[in-house]
């Protein structure tokens, strides 16, 4: 019955365009072409959006390949040398306005610049044996250098590990506090932000530091 009555009022819709078809055929015609060109249109931003993204990721994996790294080539760079990789990979992830401050008046920053998100950061680089361990005093003087530059961000990148009390003072002054094993990630294509989702992470326990004092005789 149900069937039927579904046949019988297709029946009559045909009828029905048949009948109107001179009246009706300009508003399907239109339906018909807004369709068309909303679909063209939809596919055309849905195709630009995907060569843009490749286009984006290939120019990323480029600048990685071109910009990388070993952990044991930096190891061996001179002071400067590591501001200017620090510098280099806040470029290639989108910041702006990257300058090296480093030097002997340079209030307690090495590399200042912008986010991709617009904030500025300010970024101590410290290039120390991977059996060295960064003291809170450096977070400290990090922290006035944040406030003398009226930074959004501040930053510390190093060689090695924060001691315990170190590490406790970046999470709870809101410092990024990049050591090794973070350093190695962000080298190898992480961006400096997404290291903000681990902060406070990652250094390794004991046994690990034991390794890297077996390795450097230190």
Excluded at 108 to 126: E, Y
Aim: net charge positive; charged share 25%; proline share 2%.
């Amino acid at each position: 019955m149900q069937l039927k009555s579904v046949a019988v009022g297709g029946s009559l819709l045909l009828v029905l365009l048949v009948v109107f078809w001179s009246v009706v055929w300009p508003y399907v015609t239109g339906t018909l072409i807004v369709g068309g060109a909303g679909a063209a249109g939809w596919w055309l931003w849905r195709t630009d959006r995907l060569v843009r993204g490749r286009d984006s990721l290939w120019r990323h994996e480029d600048a990685v390949k071109a910009g990388h790294r070993t952990l044991a080539e930096v190891d061996a760079m001179t002071g400067t040398e590591f501001e200017e990789l620090v510098a280099a990979l806040c470029r290639r992830d989108g910041c702006a306005d990257v300058r090296r401050v480093g030097g002997a008046n340079d209030n307690g920053a090495d590399v200042l610049g912008r986010l991709p998100d617009g904030r500025s950061v300010v970024i101590q680089c410290k290039r120390y044996a991977p059996s060295s361990t960064i003291a809170s005093r450096e977070l400290r003087d990090l922290l006035g250098a944040k406030v003398h530059f009226a930074a959004d961000l501040a930053v510390f990148v190093t060689t090695t590990r924060f001691s315990r009390p170190s590490e406790k003072f970046a999470l709870q002054h809101g410092i990024l506090a990049v050591h090794r094993d973070h350093l190695g990630l962000w080298n190898n294509g992480a961006s400096l932000l997404s290291l903000s989702e681990v902060n406070g992470q990652g250094q390794g326990d004991s046994r690990h530091r034991a390794r890297w004092k077996r390795a450097y005789g230190k």
